[in-house]
């Protein structure tokens, strides 16, 4: 998760500054928060508290809510750049989820044979174990799947609706596989609310996947404690 919600909140008086920003219909308290976390303050989650939350009647209220709060995403990624990314890929794992998409299995275990190698090497160097890293790989594979999915039902699923159309039957098991998802028209109805954003602020961050070298940024750990 990207954000901490706040359907409860407690924080320091003089932490909150100027509060909500008022000028955000949706998502403002994800910019609160994230603007208490670029201040240096610690935020923290408790799922042990339960808060009662209204929930729409009918499902086309459900879908309505989730439209408007799409179309927060483009007003927070102009707000904090780079805090909102609908997909990370790391390279070696994309590869190796893209080519087992596209029936292509000796790249896809080439691929993750050299980014787990290069991993190895990385953590020997730092003298980090490497016990059960081919099995944390194997895992970040399919963390890579299943938001890849996320991704396209949100996004782009009419596109890849119409590819299975012209496509032959790998081709329908890959896109029903990425597409299948119990909440399909909630995730599809919030995506639409993001390309609506994202087409009213003419920015269109909040929708681009990012590349990044690697999900575990080893050179940038450091043991400085959070001063408040």
Same mark, same amino acid.
């Not at 895992?139 to 396209?152: D, N, V």
């Not at 993001?194 to 043991?223: H, K, M, N, Q």
């Given at each position: ?10 924080? +320091? *008086? ?5 509060? @909500?920003?008022? /000028?955000? *219909? ?12 670029? !201040? &240096?303050? +610690?935020? *923290? ?6 808060? $009662? ?11 309505? #809510? ?7 995403? !483009? =007003? ?5 750049? &780079?805090?909102?990314? =609908? ?22 275990? $080439?691929? @993750?044979?050299?980014?787990? /190698?290069?991993?190895?090497? *990385? ?24 938001? /890849?999915?996320?991704?396209?039902r949100q996004f !782009?699923?009419? !596109? @890849? ?21 119990p909440n399909l ?11 609506? &954003? ?10 681009? =996947? ?11 750990? #450091?043991?400085? =404690?959070n001063p408040r």
């Amino acid at each position: 998760m990207a954000y901490v919600p706040t359907a409860a909140l407690v924080v +320091r *008086r003089e932490a909150l500054g100027t509060g @909500f920003d008022h /000028t955000l *219909r949706y998502g403002e308290d994800v910019d609160l928060v994230w603007r208490l976390v670029e !201040a &240096g303050w +610690r935020v *923290r989650y408790a799922p042990s508290v339960h808060v $009662a939350h209204a929930r729409p009647a009918t499902l086309a209220a459900r879908l309505r #809510r989730r439209f408007h709060y799409g179309t927060t995403a !483009a =007003p927070l990624a102009r707000l904090h750049p &780079g805090a909102l990314t =609908p997909l990370v890929l790391q390279p070696g794992l994309g590869i190796t989820v893209g080519a087992l998409a596209a029936r292509r299995p000796l790249v896809a275990a $080439a691929a @993750f044979a050299v980014s787990t /190698t290069l991993l190895a090497n *990385r953590l020997r160097a730092r003298g980090i174990p490497t016990d059960g890293l081919v099995g944390a790989m194997a895992g970040g594979a399919w963390q890579t799947w299943l938001g /890849t999915g996320r991704w396209c039902r949100q996004f !782009a699923a009419p !596109a @890849f609706l119409a590819a299975a159309a012209r496509g032959g039957w790998w081709r329908r098991v890959v896109v029903a596989a990425l597409l299948a998802s119990p909440n399909l028209a909630q995730e599809v109805a919030y995506g639409a609310g993001v390309w609506a &954003g994202c087409l009213r602020e003419r920015r269109f961050a909040a929708v681009l =996947p990012t590349v990044r070298a690697s999900f575990v940024p080893i050179d940038r750990y #450091r043991d400085t =404690p959070n001063p408040r």
